[in-house]
């Protein structure tokens, strides 16, 4: 059974930095393409980037809102996904959920259970 | 970047009811739409996958359907358990979209 467990998140103040780590289990790591979605509180859930496999080239995407401060990477080695966030502001604010593909039949049937970051002065 | 609009954005039914939720596309996402269901604190849990497939393990109370760039999700009879909050996301495109969320309430 797959399991995603993120790590990293707390409370940082505007234009500071977090890294958040996402270590995967049962399934095959290197193979798969990983997703961080987040949620700010009370609202809905929001795509946040993709980092593709090694085999399939490795490059990311992010949508708007962060493209240019925050940075995706993976340690196959380790199983780990990260999410570099810099020049963080009050609207990073939330939850935040690595999530695949991976294993699912279609659809993104594996989620970690979320870590919280805040962005407060 | 493909939009989607989720409709209503709260409902409240009574224990066995039908309900139905929409989402809309703005525009072909060749059927690659999933639904999900939020817990308050938990992370979303995936329904029903490629539109009108119900994932492993999810009760048959649970259906999808599709009309062009319209979708639905049914709950045939609600049940308690059902209350929560229900995303569609679409990912024909690399960059997932959700909807707006519906929550769902027993009345």
């Known amino acids: 059974e797959a399991q995603l467990v993120e790590s990293g998140g707390g409370l940082v103040e505007p234009g500071g930095s977090l890294r958040l780590s996402c270590t995967a289990s049962g399934i095959t790591f290197n193979y798969a393409w990983m997703n961080w979605v987040r949620q700010a509180p009370g609202k809905g859930l929001e795509w946040v980037g993709r980092?593709?496999?090694?085999?399939?080239?490795?490059?990311?995407d992010y949508a708007t809102p962060v493209k240019g401060r925050f940075t995706m990477s993976r340690d196959d080695s380790k199983n780990t996904l990260y999410l570099q966030m810099n020049s963080l502001k009050t609207e990073d604010t939330g939850v935040y959920y690595c999530t695949t593909q991976s294993g699912c039949s279609s659809g993104s049937c594996n989620w970690g259970q979320g870590t919280l970051v805040t962005v407060s002065s | 970047d493909i939009q989607m609009t989720q409709s209503p954005s709260t409902l409240s039914a009574s224990v066995g009811d039908r309900v139905t939720i929409t989402c809309r596309a703005s525009?072909?996402?060749?059927?690659?739409l999933a639904w999900y269901q939020q817990k308050p604190g938990k992370a979303p849990k995936l329904l029903i996958y490629k539109a009108s497939t119900l994932e492993s393990g999810v009760p048959s109370r649970f259906s999808g359907s599709e009309s062009g760039t319209e979708f639905t999700l049914t709950i045939s009879s609600l049940q308690p358990d059902d209350s929560a909050t229900y995303y569609c996301?679409?990912?024909?495109?690399?960059?997932?979209?959700f909807g707006q969320g519906t929550k769902v309430e027993i009345k």
């Open positions: 980092i593709k496999s090694k085999t399939d080239g490795g490059t990311a």
């Open positions: 996301q679409q990912y024909n495109s690399y960059l997932w979209t």
């Open positions: 525009q072909t996402i060749n059927s690659w």
